[in-house]
């Protein structure tokens, strides 16, 4: 496979964060696909919105399904049963919402994928500041997450993590630069998987206030003012 040190693989959700990682590895790779996993992850509207934006992107897009994840349950994004939580994120708590084990899989899986078709790169849009203090989301897991993989597979793979260290308003910035604000109207982070999004959770208020800092308005609350204003 020629180029292969030049193609990457985006771990993709159809939220904020990985919109960003989407068009940031457009930018840097000659060649990238995205994989979105279908985990039965209670919101729907999260695969929708991957659809689009993958389409948005011109990006191709890989939809893998693990049913194991609500096999296990524990979470509020797997059972229906347990609720999200509302308000700010607090510190040193990992919240109801955390489905153990979900940022390993998936990398793994990326790592899998990547594996057969000879892709060096895989990029995730984990983030240790302004976070919602998953133990998934730090530096350190993934580091070690990568020499586990290389050990694993034989296969030395590198993980980038181009918003571990920004905030939420430097990430609004960096995807303004990458051009990805249209696509990041089309975005999912709600916790309650409502459109409108609810702007109660703790991933509402987290995004509300990254575009408040950052000077910017969210663009998905900009489409849903029109079209409410276009149904008026
Ligand atoms: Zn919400």
Redesign the pocket.
């Known amino acids: 496979m020629k180029n292969s040190k030049n193609k990457a693989i985006v771990i993709f959700s159809g939220g904020q964060d990985s919109t960003t990682c989407l068009y940031w590895a457009k930018n840097n790779f000659d060649y990238v696909e995205a994989l979105f996993f279908d985990y039965g992850q209670i919101h729907k509207i999260e695969k929708k919105s991957a659809i689009k934006i993958a389409k948005l992107a011109n990006i191709k897009l890989n939809i893998l399904d693990i049913p194991t994840f609500t096999q296990i349950g524990g979470s509020s994004l797997t059972d229906k049963n347990l609720k999200n939580p509302i308000g700010e994120v607090k510190k040193n708590i990992t919240p109801i919402s955390f489905v153990p084990g979900r940022n390993l899989i998936f990398l793994t899986f990326g790592a899998a994928y990547a594996y057969t078709k000879k892709i060096y790169n895989l990029v995730t849009g984990v983030c240790e500041t302004d976070c919602s203090n998953y133990p998934d989301c730090r530096n350190a897991t993934i580091k070690s997450l990568e020499k586990s993989i290389f050990l694993g597979m034989d296969f030395k793979i590198k993980i980038h993590t181009p918003l571990i260290k920004l905030t939420k308003a430097q990430a609004v910035i960096l995807a303004k630069k990458l051009g990805a604000l249209d696509a990041l109207a089309y975005s999912h982070?709600?916790?309650?998987g409502?459109f409108p999004?609810?702007?109660?959770?703790p991933?509402?208020i987290l995004r509300a206030n990254g575009f408040e800092k950052a000077g910017l308005p969210d663009p998905l609350l900009e489409r849903t003012k029109k079209l409410k204003s276009r149904s008026k």
């Open positions: 982070t709600c916790y309650n409502t999004p609810c702007g109660k959770c991933a509402c």
